[in-house]
């Protein structure tokens, strides 16, 4: 269950971020993910829509701050992420489109040889 919170905004859309686990091997770390929607439910779906399935929003532990929201209304998509704040030490990482988070490394196609050990 991911961790998150949410902000209605004057205009009657709502903010929601979410906290969710790193798939990385080691399993540490984990990103925040901001969707800008016209309520809760609809938000959630559209991360459901990308795969992101087992995404719930339970309580109100984590809102988005003021930043975040300014972040995520300024982006053509209105659905940003970047890894949570506690993982990066320095300079804080700059927001994400979700397409290169979901983004999958592209694969060969059927046929090619790659590695030529033989003769």
Known sequence: MAA???CKLPNGTVVVALNLPSPTLDGTGGVRVLVHARNRARALTRLRNLGLRAVYLRG???PP???EVTAVLHHPDGLIWRTSPGDTVGAPELWHPIRALLRRPATQP???VTDRTGP
């Open 4 to 6: 998150g919170g949410f």
């Open 60 to 62: 109100n532990a984590a």
């Open 65 to 67: 701050t003021p930043d």
């Open 110 to 112: 059927a046929g090619v």
